[in-house]
């Protein structure tokens, strides 16, 4: 979990062995299903989703 919160409150997508999951994102060439729930104000919220 610690990697997680960190992840979302500095931004910084590195694992604890050092690796850039941030930079390693822009190589990804799959579609994305995402779904946001209108009471959900923790993990996502629905304008968010619909950015992403």
Known sequence: MKQWFN???YHRFLGDDGFDYRYA???IKI???SIASITDHVITQQKHA???
Do not use: D, G
């Open 31 to 33: 579609p994305v299903y």
């Open 50 to 52: 619909k950015i992403f």
């Open 7 to 9: 992840w979302n409150l």
């Open 25 to 27: 994102m822009k190589s």
